[in-house]
């Protein structure tokens, strides 16, 4: 029964370390992105854009 409770234990290390590898491998292009100053200009206004849009949906789909 203890060997059963560690392992209950291991698993939100394994998540969070698995969530954690995953933002890595999915960041990890977009730093090449950022080396040429005309797409890092390009790269921050899409980022930006996507943030405005992302609030604006979720302005208008909670009524606020």
């Not at 730093?31 to 943030?51: A, D, E, N, P, Y």
């Not at 405005?52 to 909670?62: D, E, F, G, R």
């Amino acid at each position: 029964m203890n060997n059963f409770w560690t392992n209950i234990f291991r698993y939100p290390r394994f998540f969070i370390s698995s969530l954690l590898g995953l933002i890595l491998v999915i960041i990890t292009p977009f730093k090449s992105l950022f080396k040429t100053s005309s797409l890092r200009v390009f790269s921050i206004l899409f980022i930006l854009l996507g943030i405005i849009a992302l609030s604006n949906v979720l302005i208008n789909m909670l009524g606020l």
